[in-house]
């Protein structure tokens, strides 16, 4: 344990510069006749490095796109969305290239990830099909 736990410490990590919602819809389906508030969904996940550039003092970044889609499993109770995020990532200066990538693939994908997550989950809040909770995924390479 103490082995794992030092090396956490000298692992250098990604920073989130900035991150913002692309493009948000939203389809809450239709009100219930006969009071039954559940949505099953699929979920699909899209993720990509979208570009890679260097600031004029040489500090490197990767900007970085996610999508989820929610697929009806009900034609008729559904919950139907699709988020698209992006964010900016900033690497430590002892971070080589390779890790850069690995680590926003996946640490700055699982930060984009939750927070599509939270925008989803709070625009359904309150809905007609009751709350929706996306699940938790890792992203690991």
């Known amino acids: 344990m103490e082995s794992l ?10 920073t989130c510069v900035t991150r913002k919602v692309d493009s948000l819809s ?35 970044f990767r900007q970085l796109n996610l999508v989820i889609e929610l697929l009806p499993g009900d034609e008729g109770h559904y919950y139907r969305s699709e988020i698209s995020v992006s964010g ?5 200066a002892d971070l080589d290239d390779d890790a850069f990538d690995r680590e ?21 809040a309150g809905g007609v099909w009751g709350s ?8 690991t390479i």
Not at 5 to 14: D, N
Not at 104 to 124: F, K, P
């Open 5 to 14: 736990q030092k090396q956490r410490i000298e692992s250098p990590l990604i």
């Open 26 to 60: 939203f389809d809450g389906g239709m009100i219930p006749k006969e009071g039954v508030n559940k949505s099953d969904v699929e979920c699909n996940v899209r993720n990509a490095i979208t570009s890679a550039f260097s600031d004029e003092n040489g500090v490197r």
């Open 88 to 92: 900016i990532y900033r690497a430590p």
């Open 104 to 124: 926003a693939l996946s640490t700055g994908m699982q930060d984009l990830y939750s927070y599509a997550r939270g925008i989803i989950e709070n625009v359904a």
């Open 132 to 139: 929706l909770y996306l699940p938790q995924i890792g992203f």
